[in-house]
């Protein structure tokens, strides 16, 4: 599982956007401002981290 969580630098730099904000809920757009990253790739990690269990979306 730590190798699929790892994989990605995209990956990494969005759970880490999630590490420094705990307490807020953060939407795709806020989340690829905050990375510096693509919205494209990041709605794709989104849906990856989330298919492992790790994030959940509403």
Do not use: C, H, W
């Not at 904000?21 to 989330?50: C, F, H, I, Q």
């Amino acid at each position: 599982m730590l190798q699929k969580l790892f994989s990605s630098r995209v990956r990494v730099e969005i759970l880490s956007a999630f590490l420094m904000n705990p307490e807020r809920k953060l939407y795709v757009r806020e989340v690829a401002r905050l990375t510096g990253e693509d919205y494209k790739n990041v709605s794709m990690e989104l849906r990856n981290l989330e298919e492992i269990g790790l994030l959940s979306s509403r």
